[in-house]
């Protein structure tokens, strides 16, 4: 089975301009009825604060991954 691999991108400096990009993305996935734990798809960003807000705050029951990575370049603000 094939899987999509989604990466949610500077959900910082979308908040900044109030867009919650994360929604945008998971109301999408919810028109192609792609909303459960089973279904392929994986979010996945640097943010580990967004991967909470999306279990927590937009009830996404979506399988989460945190990307980890030497954050010299200021990808996100996480400090992992």
């Known amino acids: 089975q094939r899987q999509l691999l989604i990466e ?3 959900p910082e400096y979308h908040s900044k301009h109030n867009k919650s990009i ?3 993305v ?3 996935l919810k028109s192609y009825n ?3 734990s089973t279904d392929p798809i994986i979010l996945q960003t640097f943010h580990i ?3 909470m807000n999306i279990r927590k705050n937009l009830s996404s ?3 989460l991954f945190a990307l980890m990575t ?3 370049v200021g990808e996100s603000s996480s400090d992992y």
């Open 8 to 10: 949610i991108k500077k």
């Open 22 to 24: 994360s929604s945008i």
């Open 26 to 28: 998971l109301a999408t």
């Open 34 to 36: 792609l909303t459960q």
């Open 49 to 51: 604060e967004e991967l």
């Open 61 to 63: 029951q979506l399988r």
């Open 70 to 72: 030497w954050n010299y």
